[in-house]
C-alpha cells in the first residue's frame, strides 16, 4: 500500500528558531496535507496543498508540493512554546489519507 | 465553521462488554465519515470508511464484526466495539467529509479514548 516516509521523527528545539520536516513517498499523491495533533485530541488541518510545486503560507508555515508529488515539505519560522505538538503528512490517495508517521516538536523557552 | 464532535471523549469498560462511540458533524452535512485508530506514539491508522445509507468500507485486516459502524443520517455515524478486550484498548478518530460543498477536505473529531480493563 502507499507509505509516507516522515522524517526527523522528533525534533527539540529553542523558542525562535526555525523549524522543517518533509514526507517522501514512491507513489504519487494528488493532495498533500500537513496537520498538527495535540496530546488527547484530534489532527488539525495546518495546509492543504493541491498542486505540484505550490507553495502555501499560513502564518508562520510555510509548505510546498514538491513538482514530481511524491514529496511535501513544512517549514516553521520562529518557533514558539505553543507550536509544540506531533505534525503529521498526509496524502490523499483515492478516497482516503495516508498518514506519515508524524514529527514531534518540542521547543525550549 | 466544519466542526465534528465525538462523545464520549473517554470510555473505561469491562472485557467483553460493547461500547458505542459517536461521531457528529455539527454545521454541515457529511457524506462520508471515516473511523481511524491510533495506538500510543503512532500514527492514524484508518480502519474504516462509511458513506450515509450504506454499508462500511473496511480496511484489510479489521473486523467488520468487531468493528460495527452505521451512518444512518448525513450528520451521525457511530462505531461500535464489540465485545472488547484489552488490545482494543487505543485512541479511536472519527472525520467527515462534505465533498460537493466542501471538497476532499476532511475534518477531524477530537477522538475517543477506550480502555478496557
Known amino acids: 500500500g502507499q507509505q509516507l516516509n516522515q522524517s526527523p521523527q522528533s525534533m527539540f528545539i529553542q523558542e525562535g528558531e526555525d523549524v522543517s520536516m518533509n514526507c517522501t513517498s514512491s507513489?504519487?499523491?494528488?493532495?498533500w496535507l500537513w496537520y498538527k495533533q495535540d496530546p488527547g485530541e484530534g489532527p488539525v488541518l495546518l495546509i492543504a496543498?493541491?498542486?505540484?510545486?505550490e507553495l502555501t503560507s499560513n502564518g508562520r508555515l510555510t509548505a510546498q508540493f514538491g513538482i514530481t508529488r511524491k514529496d511535501s515539505f513544512l517549514n516553521i519560522s520562529a518557533s514558539i512554546p505553543s507550536d509544540v505538538g506531533i505534525y503529521f503528512c498526509?496524502?490523499?490517495?483515492?478516497?482516503?489519507?495516508?498518514f506519515g508517521a508524524g514529527t514531534i516538536l518540542r521547543v525550549k523557552s | 465553521g466544519a466542526v465534528v464532535s465525538q462523545h464520549p471523549s473517554w470510555v473505561i469498560c469491562k472485557s467483553g462488554t460493547s461500547v458505542k462511540i459517536e461521531c457528529r458533524s455539527l454545521?454541515?452535512?457529511?457524506?462520508?465519515m471515516f473511523w481511524y485508530r491510533q495506538f500510543p506514539k503512532q500514527s492514524l491508522m484508518l480502519m474504516a470508511t462509511?458513506?450515509?445509507?450504506?454499508?462500511?468500507?473496511?480496511e484489510q485486516g479489521v473486523e467488520k464484526d468487531k468493528f460495527l459502524i452505521n451512518h444512518a443520517s448525513l450528520t451521525l455515524s457511530t462505531l461500535t466495539v464489540t465485545s472488547a478486550h484489552p488490545e482494543d484498548s487505543s485512541f479511536y478518530i472519527c472525520?467527515?467529509?462534505?465533498?460537493?460543498?466542501?471538497?476532499?477536505?476532511?475534518?477531524f473529531g477530537p477522538g475517543t479514548r477506550l480502555t478496557v480493563l
Open positions: 496543498l493541491y498542486k505540484a510545486g
Open positions: 472525520s467527515a467529509r462534505s465533498l460537493a460543498v466542501l471538497g476532499y477536505e476532511q475534518f
Open positions: 498526509a496524502g490523499l490517495y483515492g478516497n482516503k489519507l495516508v
Open positions: 462509511s458513506n450515509e445509507g450504506s454499508k462500511a468500507t473496511y
Open positions: 454545521d454541515f452535512q457529511a457524506t462520508t
Open positions: 507513489s504519487i499523491f494528488n493532495t
